[in-house]
């Protein structure tokens, strides 16, 4: 049922929720089944395994819950820290401030270091925490990957090697909800103790489920943390785990069936392909932007996101109007600007199961719009900027060769 029926398809460019591709709705579309039966089991493995490989990790254990991202932090943190446990956190932008909130909220001593919105995180900041902390106070560094209010992408390997260079225990939990699957991620190599992700994202699925990978030593830490916690207890799912019916409670058959479906489309393109892929998006993006005479959000280059761009309107412009103009007049659904930055920046989304073609579709309507609120934009310029560098680095299709 469409309440707001429009001609063609919508062209879905927020930063999550994605497009879902057509063989994860078939996959999805099924009746319900026993979950409790060998056939139910084989999947859960299956998607299990799955998503250990999505992460780069061969010594975490993975777990799926019917939550989202939202729901895997808090699986994240109750599960390794107890209350009053000192976490620093990074405060950069609308979704690191949330997490800090839960924090707070959970009554965790929660050192914040507030940075501008669209820059990373202060290392240095962090490496005088680190070099400070003589009796290893700190118990967690929690950091958001992929700040998706600002367009920036954080440094998870120079975090790991601040901790390493100060020899602190400290655990490292990372909230990957728009990176992982679309954006290099190596939680073993950058030795990242917590993971997560929603499914809404790179996955390609409806929201519904939080998966968390959890490392030897957050999975040593869970032993004595005595936050409270029950739907997200890890140590229920690992009991399950043991007997092989994989499950606490009844999970979500149909949205398994599509995590599988989704994890065979990934793989099948490769990993390593989906992230050039994402790559090339989100060069093209920030390509097209520059050719508008437009400026992103993120401060520096090196933090650059190829899941999602963040574009800053002229003072005399309201970037509300830019997302409104493309839902009303073009089918087109971009992102809002949100808290600190509502107003001055719209987003474009290029994350998940998109192309070049799609993606160039979007950048002419974001043209047009433009023009239509009064932007005196060049008609083509960004597309054609973008166009020149994906017609350079887009390969052929390798299952087409």
């Known amino acids: 049922m469409e309440y707001f029926p429009a001609p063609g398809r919508n062209h879905l460019f927020v930063p999550g929720p994605t497009n879902v591709p057509e063989k994860v709705i078939q996959a999805f579309s099924r009746g319900n089944e026993d979950h409790r039966s060998p056939a139910f089991a084989t999947l859960s493995k299956s998607v299990l395994d799955g998503v250990k490989d999505l992460f780069k990790t061969k010594t975490a254990t993975s777990f799926i819950f019917p939550t989202t991202g939202t729901g895997a932090w808090e699986s994240a943190l109750t599960n390794t820290l ?34 501008e919105w669209g820059a990373g995180a202060d290392l240095n900041i962090l490496n005088a925490k680190l070099a400070m902390d003589y009796n290893h106070e700190i118990k967690a560094i929690c950091i958001v990957h992929n700040e998706t209010s600002t367009g920036v992408t954080n440094s998870i390997p120079s975090i790991r090697a601040l901790l390493d260079k100060h020899k602190h225990p400290a655990l490292l939990l990372v909230d990957g909800v728009s990176s992982i699957g679309a954006i290099e991620f190596k939680m073993d190599e950058w030795g990242v103790d917590v993971a997560l992700t929603g499914s809404q994202k790179a996955l390609g699925l409806p929201t519904g489920l939080g998966i968390v990978c959890a490392g030897p030593k957050a999975l040593e830490a869970a032993k004595t943390a005595t936050s409270p916690r029950v739907f997200f207890d890890w140590a229920d799912y690992l009991k399950f785990y043991k007997v092989g019916s994989y499950w606490p409670y009844t999970p979500s058959s149909q949205m398994l069936y599509a995590l599988r479906a989704s994890l065979d489309l990934i793989f099948e393109e490769g990993l390593d392909n989906v992230i050039k892929r994402h790559a090339r998006l989100g060069e093209a993006t920030r390509l097209a932007v520059a050719a508008w005479g437009l400026k992103l959000c993120t401060k520096r280059p090196e933090w650059n996101s190829d899941t999602v761009t963040a574009v800053v309107v002229p003072p005399y412009l309201n970037s509300l109007d830019v997302v409104k103009m493309a839902w009303k007049k073009y089918n087109l659904s971009l992102g809002v600007g949100l808290n600190k930055v509502a107003g001055k920046v719209f987003r474009i989304g290029h994350l998940g199961f998109v192309n070049e073609l799609q993606l160039l579709g979007a950048l002419s309507g974001v043209e047009m719009i433009l023009k239509d609120i009064g932007y005196p934009v060049v008609l083509g310029s960004g597309v054609a900027a973008a166009a020149a560098h994906l017609q350079k680095k887009t390969p052929l299709i390798s299952s087409r060769l």
């Open 82 to 115: 107890s209350p009053g446990d000192k976490i620093v956190s990074f405060r950069l932008g609308q979704f690191s401030l949330l997490w800090i909130d839960q924090m707070q909220r959970l009554k965790f001593n929660v050192d914040v270091v507030d940075c």
